[in-house]
């Protein structure tokens, strides 16, 4: 304890009072505010914690920076200042099982405390009263552990320690639970014990628990996927977040099993067949009542079923495009290329660059009652009211060109093919921009003018390429810094030149770099934003299209006309204090060829 602050160490539980002193002496809050408070709260016996209290008051720090005095702040600054390890709890780092094996859960309430970390002979629990310590001895005589107390916010400890207990007893009772014998071949590798090698039923009310649970975590860290991994003896769980998978929590592989026919269930995929990969969809709603769709995927591996859910929030579809990145130049362009009555558009990246997000809020804007949207997609994305979306069926032989040809006959305005993939789907897609529709589609290559010798390698006659394409987009997902704890800093005449290359952009004196802290869960990032790279076909470039192409001469014409490459879009948003040089660096390709 830190007794030269003058901090009593006898048992009692913290007190606004002690904490409004401690505020004052520190010279975080003025002596009339905390005098004000203090008379609020003298006679007042509140279920709320002291720390809550103060956090409720939405102050902001006399001292710089000048930073709000949040529940999260003052749990901090109070562990500093009666000496005791601070530790902020993250559902993600915690591993369920084992912290709840420490201390049961009606001893865990009566005591408000919550075992956060188990470290061999040793393990962390989390309490927001320092000056109750009694329970210590006693704990450690108990259990044979040594004790490390840390101070935690009680916001925090009054949400996870119910749900972390809540889970722990979920899966033990999954674990416990026999039900139905294993169908088909689970694990190359699978150890057979017989009478214990049991297959849980999928409608267990725990394994509802677990996966009712599972959704809520993903949403609530806004990952983008959840990835169910089977291991020999494990299954793993990990979430996508800001494009990083980060491994959030192991179950035994049967639970694991379970779990995965559970949501193949809610799928509506077909629970038997383990050894075919499998598509399907499901939408659940959010703890805030939004509904929520996920596309789900299922991969036969060694050890079992592997289960992807990619999860796609309404949200995305509202977005204007600044929101998705685009500056003034590039939205008045793209708008430019959408407006028009026909022709085709064409969003180029790779998997997990944000090309559907571009497409669909663009379809979105679109669509207005006066315009017939229709997408021909392999899977549909997202279900949106406003389009008629049909679905790629390659096992009654439905393909995308199969599709365009079919929508032709549905009288539409606009046509968005998911992707083209061959001459055929080409052929249809240039086909109904030469007949008066506005086609949009999506291909995988590297940049903007790759696309053009990617479509002339298909077998696409120059000529109609020329005719029919208005423009080309590539583009990337960069991670966003952080706006609570980004600072100042210096990028090196190495990295700067990596990145700008040939183009003459001079290299600023501080840039914006990554630090880590709370709100972002030490990454330093939150959030994406989009890097674009746009080629409008000009005549320069129309003269360049011939069966001989030569893609070095169509890029430099592109460069010479005004295009950007994404590294240039990546400078812009590092100039702009968006993102980082490395960030930009590890997504957008070079310009040099």
């Known amino acids: 304890m830190n007794r030269e602050a003058g901090i009593k160490v006898h048992e009692h539980r913290l007190t606004v009072g002690e904490l409004l002193r401690w505020l004052v002496e520190d010279g975080l809050v003025s002596k009339e505010d905390a005098e004000h408070v203090y008379q609020d709260h003298k006679h007042e016996r509140s279920s709320l914690h002291p720390l809550v209290i ?46 709840s094996s420490v201390v049961s859960k009606a001893y865990a309430d009566r005591l408000k405390i919550m075992p956060v ?66 169908v088909g071949v689970q694990n190359f590798e699978q150890l057979v014990e017989l009478g214990k090698n049991k297959n849980l039923d999928a ?12 959704f809520q975590y993903a949403f609530e860290q806004r990952a983008s996927d959840i990835h169910l991994e089977p291991r020999r003896e494990i299954g793993l769980v990990r979430f996508r977040i800001d494009g990083v998978l980060h491994q959030v929590y192991q179950l035994p592989s049967t639970i694991m099993n379970a779990i995965t026919s559970r949501i193949k269930l809610l799928g509506r995929m077909d629970m038997v067949e ?11 709603r959010s703890t805030t009542g939004e509904e929520i769709e996920l596309r789900l995927s299922t991969m036969p591996t060694a050890f079992g079923e592997k289960l992807v859910m ?20 590039y939205s008045a362009l793209w708008d430019e290329w959408v407006n028009q009555p026909n022709g085709i558009i064409l969003v180029t990246g790779p998997t997990g660059s944000g090309k559907t997000t571009t497409l669909y809020s663009t379809l979105k804007l679109l669509a207005t009652p ?5 997408t021909v997609e392999d899977p549909i994305e997202m279900i949106e009211p406003s389009f008629n979306q049909m679905q790629v069926q390659h096992n009654i032989g439905l393909t995308f060109a199969d599709g365009v040809r079919t929508l032709l006959r549905q009288d539409p305005d606009i046509i968005m093919v998911g992707e083209i993939r061959d001459m055929e789907t080409a052929e249809m897609a240039i086909q109904a921009s030469l007949t008066g529709h506005l086609v949009l589609s999506t291909l995988h290559t590297n940049d903007a003018p790759a696309a053009v010798s990617r479509l ?7 000529y109609l390429l020329n005719s029919s394409l208005l423009g080309v987009m590539a583009q990337r997902l960069v991670r966003t810094l952080c706006p609570f704890c980004k600072q100042e800093g210096e990028v090196s005449d190495e990295l700067w030149a990596e990145l700008v290359e040939s183009w003459k952009l001079p290299k600023p004196s501080t840039v914006q770099v990554s630090v880590g802290c709370l709100e ?64 930009v660096l590890k997504v957008a390709p070079s310009t040099l060829h």
């Not at 749990?75 to 601070?86: C, G, H, N, Q, R």
């Not at 409608?203 to 996966?211: L, T």
């Not at 002339?456 to 120059?462: A, F, K, S």
Request: charged content about 25%.
């Open 310 to 329: 990619r999860i796609f929030n309404p949200d995305i579809l509202v977005k204007n495009f600044s929101d998705l990145g685009f500056g003034p130049e």
């Open 203 to 214: 409608n267990e009310q725990h394994v509802v628990n677990i996966v009712d649970w599972l």
């Open 520 to 583: 972002c869960r030490m990454t330093g990032y939150k959030g994406r934003t989009g890097l674009y790279e746009m080629l409008p076909m000009t005549a320069g470039l129309k003269q360049l299209i011939t069966r001989d192409a030569d893609l070095g001469k169509i890029k430099d014409q592109a460069f010479k006309e005004g295009m950007k490459p994404l590294r240039v879009s990546g400078a812009e948003k590092i100039l702009a204090g968006l993102t980082t040089v490395e960030e």
């Open 54 to 99: 103060l956090g409720e008051r939405k102050w902001t720090s006399l001292k710089s920076p000048h930073k709000p005095l949040t529940t999260e702040f003052l749990t901090e600054w109070l562990a500093e200042k009666v000496d005791m390890p601070y530790f902020h709890i993250d559902p993600l780092q915690l591993n369920f099982g084992s912290i």
């Open 117 to 182: 970390k188990v470290n061999g002979r040793e393990v962390t629990i989390a309490t927001s009263e320092p000056f109750l310590r009694d329970w210590i001895v006693e704990l450690e005589r108990m259990v044979s552990i040594r004790i490390v107390p840390a101070l935690a916010n009680p916001i925090e400890i009054n949400r996870y320690l119910p749900e972390v207990y809540s889970l722990a007893n979920s899966v033990q009772l999954a674990s416990e639970a026999k039900a139905g014998q294993i």
């Open 274 to 284: 383990k050894r075919r990969p499998q598509d399907g969809r499901l939408k659940t």
């Open 370 to 374: 006066e315009v017939n949207v229709c």
């Open 456 to 462: 002339l390698d298909l077998g696409v006659p120059p």
